[in-house]
């Protein structure tokens, strides 16, 4: 695990097979996993939570938990951490599954900007405010999570579709997600490209013109926006820290 003062980190890309299930397991580090596709069903002692992607799940050391995978199989990016960020998550963080990729947002800037853990926690804190609305919101997001469909359906279509107003749907991603159905589209894109970017060799140009963006540019802007890091930072992650994974029981 490649370390920076007191600071440690791990970067794992993890395949899980459709329906596989994790027994009952602890990690001695702790760790914040952004769910890139797929969907993630994770029990411990405060009930069993699901996460879809764009969902964070952040765990302390020492939190004894079981996972089941959605039907559809899940990639999952995983940061490992110990030292200063370990030890702030123990003490301030406690376990929880964000339904929105805020936090992870606020963890990469504060890596890539080398700042105190305290920022990512005092983001933590708010994020953990997010409340539970109607069951219609996730069947459209789980709409826009299908492939090619996210830059194909306009949200005009897809409240429609979920007999909703616009202006209903945006509020419920909004209070669900944190962010508006189109910032959920961006988000997804993002992710999309995130994916791509720690996958594969493939030029950041041509990253940006698969996922649908206008140039490399476009897609730098968004990327920040998005995921707090730029793609050449995330690309150099990849090519020095990150370790792949096809999933034979490895866990979340």
């Not at 920076?4 to 993890?14: A, K, P, Y």
């Not at 395949?15 to 596989?20: H, K, S």
């Not at 929880?96 to 804190?125: G, I, P, Q, S, Y």
Request: net charge positive.
């Amino acid at each position: 695990m490649p370390s920076g003062g007191s600071r440690s980190i791990g970067v794992r890309l993890i395949d899980y097979a459709p329906r596989e299930r994790l027994g009952w397991h602890r990690h001695d580090s702790a760790s914040v996993t952004l769910v890139l596709r797929g969907e993630i069903h994770e029990r411990s002692a405060s009930g069993v939570s699901r996460g879809g992607a764009c969902a964070v799940f952040l765990k302390p050391a020492g939190i004894e938990h079981a996972n089941r995978v959605g039907d559809g199989g899940a990639r999952t990016l995983t940061f490992q951490l110990a030292g200063e960020w370990s030890e702030a998550f123990g003490t301030r963080g406690g376990y929880a599954v964000l339904r929105d990729a805020t936090l992870f947002r606020a963890f990469m800037e504060a890596f890539e900007r080398d700042l105190d853990a305290a920022a990512l926690l005092d983001r933590c804190e708010t994020a953990l405010g997010a409340t539970r609305v109607a069951g219609w919101v996730d069947e459209a997001r789980r709409r826009l999570d299908e492939p090619g469909v996210c830059d194909r359906v306009a949200c005009a279509e897809l409240a429609r579709d979920m007999g909703v107003h616009p202006a209903s749907l945006a509020r419920g991603f909004r209070r669900r997600f944190g962010v508006s159905a189109v910032g959920y589209r961006r988000r997804r894109r993002a992710l999309d490209a995130a994916e791509r970017v720690f996958s594969t060799s493939e030029s950041l140009a041509g990253v940006a013109h698969r996922a649908g963006y206008s140039d490399q540019s476009h897609m730098c802007r968004e990327f920040r926006r998005e995921l707090g890091g730029s793609p050449s930072f995330f690309r150099s992650l990849a090519r020095e820290r990150v370790e792949f994974v096809l999933s034979d029981g490895a866990c979340v």
